[in-house]
């Protein structure tokens, strides 16, 4: 649940290069560490992603776009989308999007959360990252744009204060304030 919008099936992937201090999961840092992904994970992942009640899968790790796993997690992003066309996959990257927005396993994904995690920029109020300078990027729409390399932003920093939209509302009449996230 924290790892996107909904309730979502999580795939941790080993093989990160960032190395970030301060990061929550080090034990995937190592490409050959883990456990391999075969038919019956595979099979596992799709019986979750089968169940109405379940939003998409996030890909995380270590870092899914490691050289180790981008080949690997691009086929299955592909295969994802392609049986659960209405699931939203999402990705967490160390890389920023102007480096991997022509990466073609963008195609296939609704949401990049990108950037390294900074501990002296740690928040936990954020909204699905870890530090002020990750962005939330909906993939989609930053690629229609003229310019993709200007990411459009899935939501905002921080979820809504309901008593301050509340006082929005009665102050302007505004409808309800939204950060766009399904939740």
């Known amino acids: 649940m924290l790892n996107g919008d909904g309730l979502r099936v999580v795939l941790w992937v080993a093989g990160c290069s960032h190395c970030c201090k301060g990061c929550h999961n080090p034990v995937t840092w190592d490409p050959d560490g883990g456990l ?23 890909f995380s790790g270590g870092d899914p776009l490691h050289s180790a796993n981008r080949a690997e997690v691009q086929r299955f992003a592909k295969e994802v989308k392609e049986r659960y066309p209405d699931k939203t996959i999402w990705l967490y990257t160390g890389a920023l999007w102007e480096q991997i927005y022509e990466e073609p396993v963008m195609q296939y994904l609704d949401v990049v959360v990108d950037g390294e995690f900074i501990q002296t920029q740690k928040d936990n109020t954020l909204l699905w990252k870890g530090s002020k300078n990750q ?6 729409a930053s690629l229609a744009q003229t310019d993709p390399r200007d990411p459009v932003l899935h939501c905002n920093d921080y979820a809504p204060d309901p008593d301050r939209e509340a006082d929005v509302r009665r102050t302007v009449g505004a409808e309800q304030v939204s950060c766009g996230c399904d939740s």
Do not use: H, W
């Open 36 to 58: 391999l992904f075969d038919e019956t994970a595979k099979k596992e992942i799709f019986d979750q992603l089968d169940k109405s009640y379940i939003s998409g899968i996030t």
């Open 135 to 140: 962005r939330v990027i909906n993939v989609q």
